[in-house]
């Protein structure tokens, strides 16, 4: 079912059976309201893997800290240690403010908005990974080679959102395959279920969030520009070429 998908120098549309958009006729306002409420409800159910992101570094930082204090309050500590630990609270405190900066662009994208595909997909799997685990769903990529750009606030919301969709759907435990191709000017993610029969888990752990409304998140995708289908178990992405639109930055000499 999915491998017909993957010819995507033919129009995609056709390759699939897919569920018609719900929202081809919403006016532009309406779609942007849509659009706006798929990432307020996106960005919600990701708030907990950001979060956990964020505050790692920040406990590795104080923990650091901490054995410095105690160890200067004993007087234990010889010039060379005292450097070497002033030096790791530094690396640290970098990755910190890196870590959160990375976090905000969930909430407003940077200049640079594009990211390489294969990149984008791992970051929202490592994300999701954990979590999905819990409630008895695998989440793997199966990545195309080759190398292809795309808007990376496109691929945070639309990527998970589709995840999501199929989670939310999901019978039973299984997998959550994520799989991508490229052509000239334009990628296609695949993201599909497969049930595992002989999994240990006898039923779906329940998250407690509301599922995501797919009007929303074809409403988010056509603000995007992105094609986004549906069937039974499959949510496909069909990506154009991130083009750069700001001047690029000399380096000082």
Known sequence: ?????????????AATGSIPAATSDAGPQRQR????????????RLAPPLRHDMVVPLQSLGMVAEALSARMERGTISPD??????????????????????????????EDDGVNLHEGVNECVRLLSTSLNFRGLDLRTELGEGDFDVSRFALRFLLPGAIFTLVDAAPAPGEIVVRTEFA??????AVEYQALPDSVFTQLHESGDAPLSWAEVQALAAVEG????????????????????????????
């Open 1 to 13: 079912m999915i491998e017909a998908v993957f010819a995507i120098d033919q129009p995609i549309l």
């Open 184 to 189: 000239s000017a334009h990628a296609v993610v």
């Open 33 to 44: 309201s849509l659009a706006r409420a798929a990432r307020h409800d996106i960005l919600r």
């Open 81 to 110: 240690d005292l450097q070497g630990m002033v030096s790791k609270l530094n690396r640290l405190s970098r990755q910190a403010v890196a870590t959160c900066v990375d976090v905000s662009t969930w909430m407003q994208p940077s």
């Open 226 to 253: 992105i094609e986004l289908l549906r069937n039974e178990r499959s949510v496909i992405l069909r990506m154009p070429r991130a083009v750069v639109t700001t001047p690029l930055k000399m380096v000082p000499v």
